[in-house]
């Protein structure tokens, strides 16, 4: 009988005292074993990693539990991923849930397609754990998921638009994460700076399931941190673009000009990106900011 892959679940915390234990609760009644859990609380000043270690002691023994002092999201996230020996990682953020069913559906995927890493629709949920009333933010999210399939393929689409929502709905293999490298240290899109990274191995999987929950209220990160994505946005697709145009990617459908010649410098126009090729590359196109 072949053996079940082990999945390692990552779950940053910062300051969720009030979603912790939910966010917990919907790793430990997965339906899939077996499952490991890797939790670190990042400095937290409002008690979250003493409630979870107190229900990961009841619940899941097993778990690793780390309390130490802040050093931001992205270094988190890496220290628990080499802590953790899964074959497949995938992170919660300790202010959202998994439906009860995701581990089950992402390593059914990935096993049947063939692939190292996926991710599926989401749902907004409230700080009362209700389906979130619609809103900008929401449509704007909303939108951009239905003309998916007006791309070319999904790393032109991930290219324009983070679709992928949050790393809590990431689910990788260990293989791939060696590839790529650790997460980096932006504060507001270390999320997708690694998406856009994975592109050059292998071109992900959108699941239509609704199987994350992204919980919208007062202090989500990306309202707090808003203020430096422009830049921080501005050097990830810089990095991105030149990856795609310097080297040859090993995912053949990447967004290249490699593999897609024409198609590649026209969306680059299209979406003013090509802002983001090397001044000499722009010259040689046709390409002018």
Not at 101 to 117: E, F, N, Y
Not at 155 to 182: C, D, H, V
Not at 185 to 209: A, C, G, I, Q, T
Not at 229 to 252: G, I, Q
């Amino acid at each position: 009988m072949m053996r079940r892959p082990l999945v390692s679940v990552i779950v940053p915390m910062y300051n969720h005292r009030k979603f912790i234990e939910r966010a917990l609760l919907s790793v430990v009644m997965q339906d899939y074993r077996p499952l490991q859990i890797i939790a670190i609380d990042d400095g937290s000043t409002d008690g979250t990693g003493i409630i979870a270690r107190d229900f990961l002691s009841e619940n899941m023994q097993s778990s690793i539990l780390i309390i130490r002092k802040n050093r931001g999201a992205a270094e988190t996230i890496n220290e628990a991923i080499q802590i953790s020996s899964g074959d497949y990682i995938n992170i919660l953020n300790s202010d959202d849930e998994f439906t009860l069913d995701r581990i089950s559906h992402c390593v059914s995927a990935v096993q049947r397609l063939g692939k190292s890493m996926v991710f599926g629709d989401v749902e907004f949920i409230n700080d009362i754990n209700q389906v979130a009333e619609p809103d900008e933010y929401i449509d704007a999210l909303r939108k951009v998921r239905q003309e998916v399939g007006s791309y070319p393929t999904l790393g032109f689409a991930l290219m324009r638009n983070q679709l992928a929502i949050s790393t809590g709905n990431f689910f990788f293999s260990r293989g791939l994460w060696e590839k790529i490298g650790p997460f980096r240290s932006y504060k507001y899109v270390h999320d997708w700076d690694f998406l856009l990274r994975s592109l050059y191995y292998e071109e992900p999987v959108f699941l239509s399931n609704i199987l994350y929950k992204y919980r919208l209220h007062g202090n989500n990160s990306f309202k707090e941190l808003a203020h430096i994505s422009a830049y921080e946005t501005t050097e990830v697709m810089r990095n991105f673009v030149w990856s795609m145009v310097s080297k040859l990617p090993e995912n053949d459908r990447a967004p290249s000009p490699h593999y897609w010649p024409g198609v590649f410098e026209v969306l680059l126009e299209r979406w003013k990106y090509h802002a983001y090729l090397p001044p000499r590359l722009r010259r040689h196109d046709g390409l002018r900011d």
